[in-house]
């Protein structure tokens, strides 16, 4: 693993955000759900596909706050622009489950 000095992870930017919306995602590759995030006034909504369909389903979702990085460059996932990185640890299966603060906090708040 490369060393990263704290200017490194000054560059990547992790705020919370609300699930608004989320839907099935049944033209990806693997199966993934389609979710639109809410990060504040600052950020504003922004979407994202997300291969996490071992342990959500869409309308368990709306609601839930997790943690995404939020300045990569938007990236083409099918015929779905993706905006954000939603993030997640593997189990010990390897299947996505996803990080979020552990109370409510207010959205667009950046990890540190």
């Known amino acids: 693993m490369t060393e990263a000095t704290f200017?490194?992870?000054?560059?990547i930017d992790v705020r919370v955000g609300t699930v608004l919306r989320a839907e099935p995602?049944?033209?990806a590759r693997k199966p993934?759900?389609?979710l639109?995030?809410?990060f504040g006034t600052e950020i504003g909504e922004k979407r994202t596909s997300a291969q996490i369909t071992a342990h959500?389903?869409?309308?368990t979702l709306v609601g839930r706050q997790v943690m995404a990085v939020v300045n990569f460059p938007p990236r083409q996932i099918g015929k779905f622009m993706?905006?954000?990185l939603v993030?997640?640890?593997?189990?010990?299966?390897?299947?996505?489950v996803l990080v979020g603060?552990?109370?409510t906090v207010p959205i667009g708040g950046r990890l540190h």
């Open 36 to 38: 639109w995030i809410d």
């Open 56 to 59: 959500y389903r869409p309308e």
């Open 25 to 27: 995602y049944p033209e």
């Open 101 to 103: 603060p552990d109370h």
């Open 82 to 84: 993706s905006e954000v």
């Open 32 to 34: 993934a759900i389609k």
């Open 87 to 96: 993030l997640g640890m593997p189990d010990e299966k390897g299947e996505v």
């Open 7 to 11: 200017d490194d992870f000054l560059k």
